[in-house]
């Protein structure tokens, strides 16, 4: 299996901040990475796929970057609304797909 | 716009069989671009994804599930089921139902989510 490494697993961070969060595959899954936001009791929202590709519908402030096994997703000026935990997830290893552990965002 | 919806029992005794149905509307289950998957979170936990189907009825299960694990489709219905059999307390869990388009990898349509939990 494709082991997803998430860092840092929380961070707290203001209105306005720059935040970059970063995964890490255990194996070169090429731009295969998908980012997901999940508020608490809720389904996780698809924001980036293929690594670099905003979802349709998702703010612009939402970023990511990366290919091979290193990635990085960046919130140029967090919004109150971004405050949530943050998952990647590889789709280059189909059997099985797997998640990161996910960084949790919180109010500083 | 897809929507999705999980339904079935949020309580089931240990070593019996977790079973829940995932309801397609507003969109074809029949889409060629589409795998219709399962994933569950534990209480507090990480995302982790269960298994697949396609319309025609071609499965991929998590390996970790396989020996216990069934997932099958109704296109005339449109839905999607899970059985998951002998299930323990460690199945405990918020299990959500997804449309993930293949050309992408991702999981672009979720269902809100169906808690159940394993207890005598």
């Known amino acids: 299996d494709i082991q997803m490494t998430q860092s840092p697993s929380s961070v707290s961070a203001s209105v306005g901040d720059r935040v970059t969060l970063t995964c890490r595959a255990s194996q070169n899954i090429n731009s295969w990475l998908a980012w997901y936001q999940q508020k608490p009791g809720k389904a996780p929202k698809l924001l980036i796929h293929?690594?670099?590709t905003l979802q349709s519908g998702v703010p612009s402030r939402f970023s990511g970057s990366g290919s091979g096994t290193d990635f990085s997703l960046t919130i140029s000026s967090l919004q109150p609304e971004d405050f949530a935990t943050y998952y990647c997830q590889q789709a280059n290893s189909f059997l099985p797909l797997t998640f990161g552990g996910g960084t949790r965002v919180d109010i500083k | 716009q897809l929507q999705l919806q999980e339904s079935g029992p949020g309580l089931v005794k240990p070593s019996e069989t977790l079973s829940l149905t995932c309801t397609v509307s507003g969109g074809s289950i029949t889409s060629t671009t589409v795998y219709w998957d399962w994933l569950r979170q534990p209480p507090g936990k990480g995302l982790e994804w269960i298994g697949s189907?396609?319309?025609?009825?071609?499965?991929y299960y998590n390996t970790s599930l396989t020996s216990r694990l069934t997932i099958s489709i109704d296109t005339a219905k449109s839905q999607f089921s899970l059985r998951l059999a002998s299930v323990t307390a460690a199945d405990t869990a918020l299990y959500f139902c997804?449309?993930?388009?293949?050309?992408?990898?991702?999981?672009?349509?979720w269902g809100q989510g169906s808690l159940v939990t394993v207890s005598s």
């Open positions: 293929s690594a670099s």
């Open positions: 189907v396609y319309y025609g009825g071609s499965t």
């Open positions: 997804a449309g993930r388009l293949g050309f992408i990898g991702a999981f672009v349509h």
